[in-house]
């Protein structure tokens, strides 16, 4: 496999359990918001970001998750959107 592959692959993955991991602890939305905020300065793609996010629907607060979907589309306030 690719090594940059690979990378990707496990960054994304470190994306998807960081957020799980603050929505099992009950981080407040806003917080969790600066975690994809983080990740999106760091290189993650926008099409990769809601399509980890859509992963984690099944598995988590499918609420939170759709929130946190909300802001990497755009389909909320314009100050909260994250690209």
């Given amino acids: 496999m690719d090594k940059n592959l690979n990378d990707n692959m496990l960054y ?3 994306f998807m359990d960081c957020i799980a991991q603050q929505i099992s602890e009950n981080h407040n939305l806003l917080d969790i918001r600066k975690t994809l905020v983080y990740f999106k300065n760091k290189g993650i793609s926008k099409d ?3 399509a980890c996010l859509q992963k984690l629907r099944y598995t988590n607060n ?6 946190l979907m909300d802001f ?6 314009s100050d909260l959107a994250i690209y």
Avoid: A, D, N, P
Wanted: glycine share 6%.
């Fill in 12 to 14: 994304q993955q470190t």
């Fill in 72 to 77: 990497v589309t755009g389909f909320c306030r």
């Fill in 48 to 50: 990769c970001m809601y």
């Fill in 62 to 67: 499918k609420e939170v998750i759709l929130e």
